[in-house]
């Protein structure tokens, strides 16, 4: 087992693995950006170090600081949390070759999955669900045109390393193709050095149904159930629940299985996610495969029983699944989480500025890293906490989260706890009738009835 593990991350999600750390006995090392000096999360661990200015590329994401690091601080293992540097192959194998172990699925497998055409080829070739789409486009029109024509309109423009729904835009006739495929291209290079792009179809109102994964080193995989991540904005998941509701129980417990047989197969060796969409008419298509933790893993612990982030660390030190994982895992009760957010929730835009007054609520899995008094910053992604309820029902899940959030107490920024509210007491989303466009639909019809600032 590790012995000291760096923390290549900040915030809830560092904070998070510091935890689990302690737990199994492992010193933690942390690191903290300028803008980052004095967060809650420092004081969590065994050993902090500074590793940059403010701006993520000369701090998180600067690897030749975090190589420096390993050797400085002895460490022999470093989590990558999610973001950031999480799924770069090239870091992976840097930090694998300077004697310390990268926590999180082989570089091998970050390369085979993080280019989304190569992934869905992959996918296809075993067998998956993969929906209609077109192969990497160049600058030629005329091919792309082409495409979209068999694809049929409204096609959905991808990044091809893309992630986090950048870069991803609709375009709903010949004209409007070459427009948004040249912003996508652009939105592209901008976000991921990389301007490739590729045509997918477009879903009217799916649903976005995704499944736990975890694969040790002896390449056998295992499942963890299913998660629905429906509700988003601009491509962003804000409200997850595990299971998905109201949807049929037997094709998504037996794409989960088939799922990890194909990944055991191709000796799929740590954490991975498998995304997907689920159209109306209850058929699925592969989205991508995210391999590393994912932001909402927390409601697949809470029905499961499962410590995911305690799994990655144990499948990278070698122990085989059944060395650590119940030989037969259940699904109880319901969860369900909902992202925080620092921004104005009526154009979905961040909100910057110091919390005068941060009181998270009690009672159910509060993950945050901030606290009262700090500031939220231009210079990272605006999500202050993730709330996580459980309980037996989904309806008395919704419920424990709806009073969670209303015991919430945030003031010096603008947040999206009332659109939160909003979107948890919707009748549809509270029968189970949930799709991807439910929170522009609902956030933005409540904001047109209520007077400003309701949605603030």
């Not at 403010?54 to 701090?59: I, V, Y």
Request: hydrophobic share 45%.
């Amino acid at each position: 087992m590790f012995q000291k593990v760096i923390v290549a991350n900040r915030g809830a999600i560092a904070s998070r693995l510091i935890r689990a750390l302690r737990a199994m006995g492992i010193r933690s090392v942390a690191v903290y950006s300028e803008a980052d000096a004095g967060a809650p999360y420092l004081a969590q661990a065994d050993e902090a170090h500074a590793i940059g200015p403010a701006l993520a590329r000369d701090s998180y994401l600067d690897q030749d600081a975090f190589i420096d690091l390993i050797k400085r601080t002895g460490a022999d293992g470093l989590h990558p949390g999610y973001g950031f540097l999480a799924e770069n192959a090239a870091f992976a194998r840097r930090v694998n070759a300077s004697g310390a172990t990268f926590i999180g699925p082989s570089a091998h497998w970050i390369d085979a999955m993080g280019h989304k055409t190569r992934a869905r080829a992959l996918a296809e070739k075993h067998g998956l669900p993969v929906g209609k789409g077109s192969p990497i486009l160049s600058g030629d029109d005329a091919l792309m045109q082409q495409y979209a024509q068999e694809i049929g309109y409204p096609v959905l423009i991808k990044p091809a390393a893309g992630g986090g729904g950048i870069g991803m835009l609709v375009a709903r006739d010949s004209v409007e193709l070459g427009v948004m495929a040249e912003k996508a291209r652009s939105l592209a290079m901008r976000g991921f050095s990389n301007a490739e792009i590729y045509l997918e179809q477009y879903l009217q109102r799916p649903r976005h149904i995704e499944f736990q994964l975890l694969g040790d080193k002896t390449g056998r995989v295992r499942h963890l159930f299913d998660r629905d991540c429906s509700l988003q904005r601009r491509h962003q998941k804000i409200i997850e629940e595990a299971r998905a509701p109201a949807a049929d129980r037997g094709k998504i417990d037996a794409l989960a299985r088939h799922l990890a047989d194909t990944f055991s197969q191709l000796g799929y060796d740590n954490i991975g996610t498998v995304e997907t969409l689920m159209s109306q008419q209850g058929d699925f298509h592969f989205l991508e495969m995210n391999t590393r933790l994912q932001v909402e893993h927390g409601v697949t612990e809470a029905i499961t029983g499962v410590d995911l982030v305690r799994a990655q660390i144990q499948a990278a030190a070698g122990l085989a699944l059944d060395d650590f994982l119940p030989a037969d895992i259940q699904a109880r009760g319901h969860a369900i989480e909902a992202r925080v957010y620092a921004e104005d929730s009526r154009r979905f835009l961040p909100s910057c500025g110091q919390l005068k007054v941060y009181r998270p609520p009690r009672g159910l899995r509060v993950e945050t890293g901030y606290a009262e008094g700090q500031s939220v910053t231009p210079h990272y992604d605006p999500m202050l906490a993730k709330l996580i309820a459980h309980a037996d029902t989904r309806v008395a899940a919704i419920d424990q989260l709806l009073a969670a959030l209303d015991e919430f107490e945030i003031d010096g920024v603008k947040t999206n706890l009332d659109a939160l509210r909003v979107l948890l007491r919707n009748d549809a989303f509270r029968q189970g009738d949930v799709h991807t466009g439910l929170v522009q639909e609902v956030v933005l019809d409540a904001a047109r009835k209520a007077p400003a600032p309701a949605l603030a």
